[in-house]
């Protein structure tokens, strides 16, 4: 799956099924921000990959942090002699960069087309528990439909040939 297949999907009532649950484009977005902007700003527990639920906090301070506390007060990512660096409080996210199975149900083809969809998140830490997030979902469809697509438009110019050879005649 290479990167310049995603698109980014902008009809927000196209239908995006993932497993065995469906969504609008547009309920999907409102979901994953919700969620994440949920788990960025979320102070003290949290549960993390195995399911066990732990505590972020920081040596030498004395209350939990959030994610976004940690972006905000502590990530700036220096270069060199430390004088220059980039703010981290204000970044984007691809997750996961490689998309999830899934299908989509384009409403003007009214077909479902086999792909991977992924999430880019523009992130705006705002403070020690604030963040602003611009989500948008980018679909790649699989290799097969983009050459099932071809072999269609291939097809469709072999009989725009014959007919207008057919009109000259």
């Not at 990167?3 to 927000?12: I, Q, T, V």
């Not at 993932?18 to 003290?44: C, H, M, P, W, Y």
């Not at 999430?119 to 020690?128: A, H, M």
Request: with cysteine.
């Amino acid at each position: 799956m290479s990167e310049e297949n995603f698109r980014r999907l902008d009809c927000d009532d196209d239908i995006v099924m993932l497993e065995k649950d469906t969504f609008t484009v547009a309920r999907l977005k409102e979901l994953l921000s919700q969620n994440l902007k949920e788990l960025i700003e979320k102070t003290g527990q949290q549960i993390d990959r195995d399911g066990v639920k732990c505590n972020l906090s920081i040596a030498g301070v004395n209350h939990l942090a959030s994610i976004s506390y940690l972006f905000y007060e502590f990530c700036k990512l220096s270069i060199t002699d430390k004088s220059i660096y980039f703010d981290l409080s204000d970044i984007r996210l691809v997750i996961p960069p490689t998309g999830i199975d899934c299908q989509l149900l384009d409403l003007e083809s009214r077909k479902w087309i086999k792909g991977k969809i992924r999430v880019v998140s523009d992130l705006k830490i705002k403070g020690l528990h604030s963040a602003d997030i611009n989500l948008e979902l980018e679909f790649s469809p699989d290799q097969t439909n983009l050459t099932e697509e071809s072999t269609n438009e291939e097809r469709l110019e072999d009989l725009k040939s014959k007919l207008n050879q057919l009109n000259e005649v």
